[in-house]
């Protein structure tokens, strides 16, 4: 299993940004998909994610604001995140999640938000 993030960048608190995750074969061969991010000198923690049945959950810091979705054909998962602000700041890694809870991670990809 292969993931590679982008979309990436500096932007300006109010700003969006959109990010991918495409994955190496098909997303619908995992329970769920999804987004955690990481904080300077803070833990990992789930962003969003979405089953395979279309289930979506967000972190309450990002309900209203972030959007995820998925393109089955393409294999690719994305983030939307509008209205940022700089406690988005981190870097975002997608995920896929198998049986027994055994998740599967990208390389990730830098989010800055400036205020």
């Known amino acids: 299993v292969q993931l590679q993030a982008s979309g990436g960048g500096l932007v300006q608190a109010g700003g969006s940004l959109r990010l991918s995750c495409a994955a190496s074969?098909?997303?619908?061969?995992?329970?769920?998909v999804g987004w955690y991010r990481q904080a300077p000198g803070e833990q990992r923690e789930l962003v969003t994610s979405i089953t395979r049945g279309g289930t979506t959950n967000y972190d309450d810091s990002v309900k209203g604001r972030f959007t995820i979705s998925r393109d089955n054909a393409k294999n690719t998962v994305y983030l939307q995140m509008n209205s940022l602000k700089p406690g988005d700041t981190g870097v975002y890694y997608c995920?896929?999640?198998?049986?027994?809870?055994?998740?599967?991670w990208g390389k990730g990809t830098l989010v800055t938000v400036s205020s």
């Open positions: 995920y896929e999640e198998g049986n027994y809870g055994i998740k599967y």
């Open positions: 074969g098909s997303i619908m061969r995992f329970n769920a």
